[in-house]
């Protein structure tokens, strides 16, 4: 038996710069979509999201996973203001009606996927 893992089929393998990603407004701001709907065989969605200022919302399917990347501000978690900077990770799981206040760049992972479908305004 050898010691390395034979491969059956190719790694559905996706490298992509923002640049090379489709940018269209959203529930937050802005967002590029560097993982998302096209992109077949990815276990989550994730987009670099310009936020100034976000609608509260809330998902109840999704799980989103915010990571502050630039500047700062405050995350609304059912109506708890807590402040962010560069560095914060935030678990939002599904029901949990959110916003934000300020400008920041924050990676946005969404688990399974972010769908409009998906995004409810409280």
């Known amino acids: ?15 992509r710069h923002q640049d090379e990603a489709e940018k269209e407004r959203s529930a937050c701001g802005y967002r590029y ?5 096209g992109d077949d065989g990815v276990a989550a969605w994730a987009h670099a999201v310009d936020i100034d200022g976000a609608k509260p919302h809330y998902h109840k399917r999704a799980t989103e996973l915010y990571y502050i990347l630039e ?3 405050k ?11 560069p560095g914060c990770m ?3 799981p599904p029901g949990v009606v959110h916003g934000a206040i300020g400008k920041m ?5 969404g688990i399974p996927y ?3 479908s998906d995004v409810f305004y409280s």
């Open 114 to 116: 972010i769908d409009d």
């Open 33 to 37: 979509r560097l993982l998302s709907r």
């Open 1 to 15: 038996m050898s010691d390395q893992l034979e491969r059956t089929s190719p790694l559905n393998l996706i490298f």
């Open 90 to 92: 935030i678990h939002i």
């Open 105 to 109: 760049r924050v990676l946005v992972v």
């Open 71 to 73: 500047g700062g501000g």
């Open 75 to 85: 995350v609304v978690l059912d109506g708890e203001k807590r402040e962010v900077r």
